[in-house]
């Protein structure tokens, strides 16, 4: 079973195209979660969401809760951008677990 | 202030070895989680801690063990390497404000069991 689906699993861009990456849970959350996992493997926290809308730089995350969903959006999408973006949930169902998807694996070409 | 670190960062293992994976961050969490990360599946969580001498089994914590002496540090045991135990590990402390987490990741350590 997966609490956590992300679409796409895989994405290219081109340098400077707008890009989205989905998110959909099955659980009650508290909050969600997006992370960056570069090659190499490091994984960086980027943002926490409860509700709403947060942006920092070219990233914008919303979550929808009634829909159960959420979306990373990329601005301007540079090769640097390129990383695997991760989704993960935590809320009053799942204790002190986080549920993590499988991940979206983003390459934007020059 | 050196964050979340773990060591070591590769490890090769003949089966049925066994070995110790350390996990210390600095920052004064109470929440410490050890995940394994493989091809295609999400991080899978093998074991956590929500303080000082306490621990708790996650999805897939069959081969694993840990222990939690001291806040700063979580370690996991593998007593009998399996070569289904090859992987990535990740530990992640969390600081936690009422429902507001901030995952802190380690860099990682690569296990190859033979």
């Known amino acids: 079973k997966n609490e956590v689906e992300q679409s796409p699993q895989n994405l290219t861009a081109q340098e400077g195209e707008f890009i989205t990456i989905n998110c959909s849970y099955s659980?009650?959350?508290?909050?969600l979660h997006w992370l960056q996992q570069h090659p190499g493997g490091g994984i960086v926290s980027l943002f926490m969401?409860?509700?709403g809308k947060k942006k920092h730089g070219r990233l914008i995350a919303t979550i929808n809760i009634q829909e159960k969903h959420s979306s990373l959006h990329i601005t301007a999408s540079h090769p640097r951008d390129s990383a695997v973006y991760i989704c993960?949930?935590?809320?009053?169902?799942?204790?002190?677990?986080?549920?993590f998807g499988t991940g979206t694996s983003l390459t934007v070409i020059p | 202030n050196a964050g979340v670190t773990q060591t070591p960062k590769f490890r090769v293992l003949k089966t049925g070895q066994s070995m110790t994976l350390l996990c210390a961050q600095d920052m004064n969490h109470e929440y410490m989680y050890w995940y394994r990360q493989d091809p295609g599946m999400g991080l899978r969580l093998i074991h956590y801690s929500v303080g000082e001498g306490t621990t708790a089994k996650g999805e897939v914590p069959d081969g694993y063990n840990v222990s939690r002496l001291k806040k700063q540090n979580f370690l996991l045991g593998l007593e009998s390497a399996a070569p289904s135990q090859t992987s990535v590990y990740f530990c992640?402390?969390?600081?936690?404000?009422?429902?507001?987490?901030?995952?802190?990741f380690g860099p990682g350590t690569r296990l190859t069991v033979l």
């Open positions: 659980v009650g959350i508290s909050a």
């Open positions: 993960a949930v935590r809320g009053p169902n799942t204790g002190n677990q986080f549920y």
């Open positions: 992640a402390s969390v600081r936690r404000l009422g429902s507001t987490d901030t995952q802190y």
């Open positions: 969401l409860s509700s």
